[in-house]
């Protein structure tokens, strides 16, 4: 029970007043992480305004509301989906259970926004001036690690994994793709979700499946720096879409398929060519005397050539269409 007046304090801020309330000589005794205090005071100086927090959860059971009447719609069903196969089913479900998930985060967020952090910061501000002042730093011992010239370099750290996320610029929807590549890797992935998305300009971000608002874009620009950021949980626009009006998902996506299909032969198979390959090769015969050779005799008639074989099938679609498919934002 919280007592008039009284405070709540998050964990790592409670740890930090438990020690501001130890003794002087247990305090000298111990190290003071000065980038940790510092940092305690940025976020205890950060306070959240809840109107906008408020709106902002609204917002998002607005649209999980809509995404499921959509789905009502579609006849996909209530919570288990009927057809789980259905491209549009797949997709629906997907969005719902980002939306559930950026609704998790929101709340989690306002949770631990606490409006009476004023205190907290002078307390937090107090310790890392007696402790983290520029006279205490002076006074500390410098530790010298001897440097080896001799010694070759080490090995450069290879570039961090990312997620992908596809960004729609005109309403700033986004879905993951189901690959996780190198950071150096991400100019590459621009041109899988532009081909994913032929009718609207798109681009690959790097960041999490439920969470845009950290990502960044191949040039390093932030997702919020986006003109149309978040401007899709207004509403679907009939202007904004991925395929042109009337159009079959098998035509929209003729250039991802060509661009996940990096092991297709450059030679063109036709019926023909199968045939030919497909008929065995005679061994060759001894050379047969002139006297043997038996008498000419009359012509047969050709043989009729074998029915030609189809053309190989294409390889089979790799697990990145098949994940595109499934969470296009809207259809």
């Given at each position: 029970m919280t007592r008039p007046g009284s405070r709540r304090?998050?964990?790592?801020?409670?740890?930090?007043l438990i020690a501001l309330a130890a003794s002087p000589?247990?305090?000298?005794?111990?190290?003071?992480?000065?980038s940790?205090?510092?940092?305690?005071?940025?976020?205890?100086?950060?306070?959240?305004?809840?109107a906008q927090a408020d709106a902002a959860l609204q917002r998002q059971r607005d649209e999980i509301v809509r995404m499921r009447d959509a789905a009502s719609r579609t006849g996909c069903g209530d919570g288990l989906f009927d057809d789980p196969d259905s491209t549009p089913c797949r997709a629906l479900a997907r969005r719902i259970g980002l939306l559930q998930v950026g609704l998790q985060r929101l709340q989690d967020r306002a949770f631990r926004d606490d409006p009476a952090g004023d205190g907290r910061s002078r307390d937090l501000q107090a310790r890392f001036d007696?402790?983290?002042?520029?006279?205490?730093?002076?006074?500390?011992?410098?530790t010298t690690v001897p440097v080896d010239p001799d010694a070759p370099p080490g090995p450069a750290a290879a570039?961090?994994?990312?997620?992908?996320?596809?960004?729609?610029?005109?309403?700033?929807?986004?879905?993951?793709?189901?690959?996780?590549?190198?950071?150096?890797?991400?100019?590459?992935?621009?041109?899988i979700c532009?081909?994913?998305?032929?009718?609207?300009?798109?681009?690959?971000?790097?960041?999490?499946?439920?969470?845009?608002?950290?990502?960044?874009?191949?040039?390093?620009?932030?997702?919020?720096?986006?003109?149309?950021?978040?401007?899709?949980?207004?509403?679907p626009s009939q202007a904004c879409a991925c395929r042109a009006p009337h159009q079959s998902w098998s035509a929209a996506l003729a250039g991802a398929e060509a661009l996940l299909q990096p092991n297709?032969?450059?030679?063109?198979?036709t019926a023909e060519l199968a045939a030919s390959m497909a008929r065995p090769v005679?061994?060759?015969r001894a050379a047969v005397p002139a006297a043997a050779k038996p008498a000419p005799s009359a012509p047969k008639k050709k043989a009729k050539s074998p029915p030609s074989l189809a053309a190989p099938s294409p390889l089979p679609d790799r697990d990145l269409t098949r994940e595109f498919r499934g969470s296009d934002p809207t259809l």
């Open positions: 304090f998050p964990v790592p801020s409670l740890a930090l000589g247990a305090a000298s005794a111990q190290a003071v992480d000065c940790a205090l510092r940092a305690a005071i940025d976020a205890a100086g950060r306070t959240a305004d809840p007696a402790e983290c002042s520029a006279d205490r730093a002076e006074d500390a011992p410098v570039p961090k994994a990312s997620r992908v996320l596809c960004v729609r610029h005109c309403d700033g929807a986004f879905y993951p793709l189901a690959v996780s590549v190198a950071a150096d890797r991400m100019p590459d992935m621009d041109r532009q081909a994913q998305c032929p009718s609207a300009e798109s681009s690959a971000y790097a960041g999490d499946d439920g969470d845009v608002s950290g990502a960044t874009a191949t040039d390093g620009s932030p997702y919020s720096a986006l003109p149309t950021a978040f401007r899709y949980l207004k509403g297709k032969a450059d030679v063109t198979v005679p061994a060759a």
